[in-house]
């Protein structure tokens, strides 16, 4: 299971932080991401990193996301800077299991991944 916290009401211009917590089974092997989904749009996919630690981000996002995991806690935190009304979303965290031993590579697909959280939903106040 996957569930999503942080704070769901922020300021334009501020950060956001996220965190997602991992229950019920190890993820450490797992590709992890975040993805969001506004109203009328399609989820789209914005962080995510591999079971190794590489990070890749969204074209959309870039310079403004971040994403760390720690395989200990079982959590991925994710961070966006400069908000904007229109980062107003559905935030999710998101899973892809590993094939074998690890997870490599990214996917920016909803498609391709296994497990979801319920999402949190995120209003950004201009």
């Known amino acids: 299971q996957l569930a999503e916290f942080g704070e769901v009401s922020v300021q334009g211009g501020g950060p956001l932080r996220l965190s997602c917590v991992a229950s019920?089974?190890?993820?450490?092997?797992?590709?992890m991401a975040w993805f969001r989904q506004a109203p009328g749009k399609e989820r789209e996919g914005l962080a995510t990193i591999d079971s190794a630690g590489i990070k890749w981000y969204a074209p959309s996002v870039k310079g403004r996301v971040s994403i760390a995991r720690d395989n200990a806690k079982n959590t991925v935190d994710f961070i966006m800077n400069g908000l904007k009304p229109e980062d107003t979303a559905m935030y999710y965290c998101t899973a892809r299991r590993a094939s074998g031993a690890y997870c490599a590579g990214y996917r920016f697909d909803a498609q391709d991944y296994d497990y979801w959280g319920k999402g949190t939903h995120i209003t950004v106040s201009s």
């Open positions: 019920g089974s190890n993820y450490s092997r797992h590709c």
